[in-house]
């Protein structure tokens, strides 16, 4: 058996496109392929191999559902120990946030009167089936079921056979990407050579590492405009198994949902060699290498200030809270929030995508304020105290607690990997021999650019909890607007269906979704609307690249119709767009044009909403 996983820092860099490619190159060639689409929020692999499905499995788990307010006598206990903000107690009524629970127990465990109710919760379905010869498997995430993803890929990864298996990775650095790659014999990372493509595959190259993988580069959209890419490969030791052109047939071929080796002859031999080089490399031993940089948030700090912070319950009274999101990444959502923050002129700005943030890289902020987020606790067993009981690896949920045999001798240990911060396992054992302290899983800023205040933040690598940091990162620009009198905020939210993109719109006032006219595109634009509706959101699209394909863009158009969203406008294709990423800036500042015009008149139908 052979696991190969295919990620990304962000979306939108042809993830897909290279699984679906290399899969079908395998395939053809003989090999044994399962195609493991771990991508549970915004699964797009079986739009490209067409897999008929033939099994269909619901996921369920033992999960809170509610409190019950006749046996809560409201002592507080669930809220102390729930590190998710997934419960508050007054003294009148407990509330429970379904949406933010992760399902740890540990309420279950502390409370004296039995008052939380748990049933079996449908978190998702799980579909298995054949492309061709290809054995396909892949789940989808149940709206508002966003810290569940991990669950529902392990049930996608249990599902691997013999030959290759190429597991589909959800983009990024957090919780389901880990899931995901860990355990694979190998981990390839797409980019492209853009400022955005760069920082974010930094990013990736650290989380890799910090799990033990050695990762490798495959170059999307190859046009180079500066060396900033291949030189940070060169100085990272990353090796380059290979780059595919920037083409606007392939563009086109992806829009309708179609292969390129089917499509276009003329790539078969690069996905060839690709997929060759892809088993070679999954067969060598690769030694891991240091973490040798990460990405900065702003170009200068001044003033910093170090504090612990928690999430609070946000502010009695907000501002109206523009929040610009998509199903994926990579349709140009962060350029058009970007070019919101130029043409408001004066506004408060919220980063809210704190995974993979590149909104600083158009708005250079100068960090005038800093904090350390916990969004948990650090467990580790004292062996010296462990009585070996077993209490912490039977009450874990996670499967972090792992009970090793060396030399005769059984010692209980916890995987930081798989540990989520919840803190049952000391809530559990009766020795006193898990120690516990604040996880520090990222950092916040408040910044200053050129348009205003903005506030942002980096989750750390392999980390948990990025939709509590999301809440705390939105609570941040709240409260600024309303000390300055500001009326709005503008949030460049997170990409997909998951914890962070449900922290990113609950609340908000408007939902604009940018999409692309690709069968991906309306795939996941399509999820993402359901999310909305799910919290109540009112809700626009607008369709970037509308040019690539105008039958999909007018697709587009009467489906967001049919559900009651808004179809806010389009913006057609141009380079200019990736020009003024490499300056530093966003499109509107960089040279007027189709772009520029169409963006504006966006932001006037926005602003014309009140």
């Known amino acids: 058996m052979m696991k190969i996983a295919i990620s990304s820092g962000k979306g939108g860099t042809g993830k897909t496109f290279v699984?679906?490619?290399?899969?079908?190159?395998?395939?053809?060639?003989?090999?044994?392929?399962?195609?493991?689409?771990?991508?549970?929020?915004?699964?797009?692999?079986?739009?490209?191999?067409?897999?008929?499905?033939?099994?269909?499995?619901?996921?369920?788990?033992?999960?809170?559902?509610?409190?019950?307010?006749?046996?809560?006598?409201?002592?507080?206990?669930?809220?102390?120990?729930?590190?998710?903000?997934a419960i508050a107690i007054t003294k009148d009524v407990a509330l429970f946030f379904p949406p933010l629970c992760h399902v740890c127990g540990a309420c279950?465990?502390?409370?004296?009167?039995?008052?939380?109710?748990?049933?079996?919760?449908?978190?998702?379905?799980?579909?298995?089936?054949?492309?061709?010869?290809?054995?396909?498997?892949?789940?989808?995430?149940?709206?508002?079921?966003?810290?569940?993803?991990?669950?529902?890929?392990?049930?996608?990864?249990?599902?691997?056979?013999?030959?290759?298996?190429?597991?589909?990775?959800?983009?990024?650095?957090?919780?389901?990407?880990?899931?995901?790659?860990?355990?694979?014999?190998?981990?390839?990372?797409?980019?492209?050579?853009?400022?955005?493509?760069?920082?974010?595959?930094?990013?990736?190259?650290?989380?890799?590492?910090?799990?033990?993988?050695?990762?490798?580069?495959?170059?999307?959209?190859?046009?180079?405009?500066?060396?900033?890419?291949?030189?940070?490969?060169?100085?990272?030791?990353?090796?380059?198994?290979?780059?595919?052109?920037?083409?606007?047939?392939?563009?086109?071929?992806?829009?309708?949902?179609d292969l390129v080796v089917e499509r276009l002859p003329e790539y078969r031999k690069l996905f060839e060699t690709l997929s060759d080089r892809m088993e070679e490399a999954a067969g060598e031993t690769r030694a891991v290498k240091p973490v040798l940089e990460t990405p900065s948030v702003g170009v200068s700090t001044k003033g910093t200030m170090l504090e612990q912070a928690k999430v609070s319950l946000g502010t009695e009274k907000r501002p109206k809270e523009l929040v610009i999101i998509s199903g994926k990444g990579g349709t140009g959502k962060t350029s058009i929030a970007g070019s919101f923050a130029a043409l408001a002129k004066k506004t408060v700005i919220s980063d809210c995508d704190v995974d993979a943030s590149d909104l600083h890289l158009l708005l250079q902020p100068e960090v005038r304020e800093r904090g350390d987020f916990s969004g948990g606790v650090v467990a580790e067993i004292d062996q010296a105290k462990c009585t070996q009981c077993g209490r912490c690896k039977e009450a874990c949920r996670f499967g972090a607690v792992e009970r090793i045999e060396e030399d005769g001798k059984i010692q209980y240990r916890i995987d930081?990997?798989?540990?989520?911060?919840?803190?049952?396992?000391?809530?559990?054992?009766?020795?006193?021999?898990?120690?516990?302290?604040?996880?520090?899983?990222?950092?916040?800023?408040?910044?200053?650019?050129?348009?205003?205040?903005?506030?942002?933040?980096?989750?750390?690598?392999?980390?948990?909890?990025?939709?509590?940091?999301?809440?705390?990162?939105?609570?941040?620009?709240?409260?600024?607007?309303?000390?300055?009198?500001?009326d709005r905020v503008v949030i460049d939210g997170a990409p997909g269906t998951g914890c962070p993109v449900i922290a990113s719109v609950?609340?908000?006032?408007?939902?604009?979704?940018?999409?692309?006219?690709?069968?991906?595109?309306?795939?996941?634009?399509?999820?993402?609307?359901?999310?909305?509706?799910?919290?109540?959101?009112?809700?626009?699209?607008?369709v970037n690249k509308y040019d690539l394909n105008r039958e999909m863009t007018e697709r587009i158009k009467a489906l967001t119709q049919e559900v009651g969203a808004e179809f806010m406008g389009t913006i057609p294709y141009d380079t200019k767009v990736t020009e003024a990423q490499m300056q530093g800036v966003s499109v509107v500042e960089y040279a007027e044009g189709p772009v520029a015009e169409s963006i504006k008149q966006i932001w006037t139908k926005v602003n014309e909403r009140g």
């Open 416 to 486: 930081p990997i798989a540990c989520e911060g919840c803190g049952v396992c000391a809530l559990v054992c009766k020795d006193g021999a898990v120690k516990t302290e604040d996880a520090i899983n990222g950092q916040w800023f408040v910044s200053e650019t050129r348009f205003g205040p903005m506030t942002h933040a980096e989750l750390g690598m392999a980390e948990e909890n990025s939709g509590r940091l999301v809440t705390l990162v939105r609570d941040k620009a709240a409260d600024i607007a309303t000390g300055q009198g500001e």
């Open 108 to 257: 279950m465990i502390v409370c004296p009167t039995d008052a939380i109710v748990e049933e079996n919760k449908d978190i998702g379905v799980l579909k298995h089936g054949k492309s061709g010869d290809i054995a396909f498997h892949y789940a989808l995430l149940k709206a508002g079921e966003g810290g569940m993803s991990p669950r529902l890929i392990r049930k996608v990864k249990a599902c691997a056979g013999d030959g290759i298996n190429i597991f589909d990775s959800p983009p990024g650095t957090a919780c389901p990407v880990v899931e995901t790659v860990k355990g694979a014999d190998l981990v390839v990372l797409v980019t492209d050579p853009t400022p955005f493509g760069v920082h974010d595959l930094k990013l990736s190259v650290s989380m890799c590492r910090q799990i033990g993988q050695e990762p490798v580069v495959v170059v999307n959209r190859a046009e180079y405009r500066d060396d900033a890419l291949k030189a940070y490969c060169a100085r990272a030791g990353l090796e380059i198994l290979g780059e595919i052109p920037d083409d606007r047939k392939i563009a086109e071929v992806y829009s309708v949902g």
């Open 506 to 542: 609950t609340g908000a006032d408007y939902a604009l979704v940018i999409t692309e006219p690709t069968v991906s595109g309306i795939h996941d634009m399509e999820r993402v609307l359901e999310v909305a509706r799910y919290f109540g959101i009112s809700s626009g699209v607008v």
């Open 19 to 85: 699984a679906t490619n290399v899969a079908a190159t395998f395939s053809k060639n003989g090999k044994t392929v399962s195609y493991l689409d771990c991508d549970v929020e915004e699964p797009n692999g079986h739009l490209f191999l067409q897999p008929e499905i033939s099994q269909e499995e619901t996921v369920d788990i033992l999960s809170p559902v509610r409190i019950d307010n006749e046996r809560c006598i409201h002592c507080g206990r669930c809220a102390k120990v729930c590190n998710y903000n």
